[in-house]
DNA sequence: ATGATCTCCGATCAATATGGTCGTACTAAA
DNA sequence: TTTAGTACGACCATATTGATCGGAGATCAT
């Protein structure tokens, strides 16, 4: 439960991949295309090519046409956070449905509905948490996030 | 994205719902039937009396069988964390594959794996996350969870 | 200019997960 | 013993997801 999908994942690695070639030190700018990380993560190359569609589309990383042509990060890896890379390739990341819920469709419950608002508090928590991390968090290193402090008060599972 | 299934939605439903009619004024220590619930809340009955068992097999509701038969909370509303709830009914609540991985299948991409150490920081946030809130603290009153520090350095969405 | 290489984009298919249903067996109160 | 209720397991339909295929446009090297 709660688990992220496939494209997610293999968005989160080549937009890292992506991220410590370009400001690496072997060969910092270098633009990467598809082939290489679909090789290097052994991601099936057609899924890869449509995941950084996409986020080039979302504006988060460049393409480059023809040959030696490839990707790059649109912009710094410290202004791309975990949640703008997940709702790029999965949209808005909410718990629940009713949190979004245009005019036509509004779930049965609604009315009677008695867990809305404590979810919608874990949800605003969540993303809080997605959007406070970067890519450049992700590069090693630094820090990552504070977590709350582990003294689990409740059951072991 | 990271939606909770609608088995989850029912559930939260229904133990909030049997919380607060076990621990209200009206009347208390009273049992609480599948059909009560289904129809306060609109929700297909027969779905959610697999709900139920399902929690009650795990332990976090007692039932009750024959007639004026139902189901109460197997212990107080402060011990239940919704993180138990949503474990019980989707199972372990993982972000990733990779973080239980039995020997047999492991994701082809581990070893070159760039995201699995941050990925599991997250996942182990959102689990305190959820394990620290109880479906007491659903019943209303009391304040729900401490979010950490607002202070979003990112960017808006 | 022409061909090779690459990204771009849309359509499509298969596998899996999910939401929901049905029928029956078992239990306990009246 | 009848009846109202839960327990339980098999089952189906649909939605989502992972993955594939084919062609169109762009760009660089020759």
Redesign the pocket.
């Known amino acids: 439960?709660l688990?992220?999908?496939?494209?997610?994942?293999?968005a989160l690695m080549a937009l890292q991949h992506i991220a410590s070639v370009q400001f690496g030190d072997i060969t910092p700018g270098r633009?990467?295309?598809?082939?290489?990380i679909a090789e290097e993560y052994h991601?099936?190359?057609?899924?890869l090519?449509?995941v950084?569609?996409v986020l080039?589309?979302n504006g988060l990383i460049?393409?480059?046409?023809?040959?030696?042509?490839?990707?790059l990060l649109a912009r710094s890896a410290r202004q791309i956070t975990i949640a703008q890379i997940l709702e790029s390739i999965?949209?808005p990341l909410a718990i629940t449905d009713c949190s979004h819920e245009k005019d036509g469709d509004y779930c049965m419950q609604r009315e009677h509905c008695n867990i809305r608002t404590p979810l919608l508090k874990i949800q605003d928590s969540i993303y809080q948490l997605l959007n406070n991390m970067t890519l450049g968090d992700m590069l090693g290193g630094t820090p990552l996030i504070t977590i709350q402090s582990p003294s689990a008060q409740g059951v072991e599972r």
């Open positions: 439960m688990k992220i999908s496939k494209k997610a994942d293999y633009v990467v295309n598809t082939k290489e991601i099936p190359l057609e899924l090519a449509k950084l569609q080039s589309k460049e393409s480059h046409n023809g040959p030696k042509g490839g990707y999965e949209g």
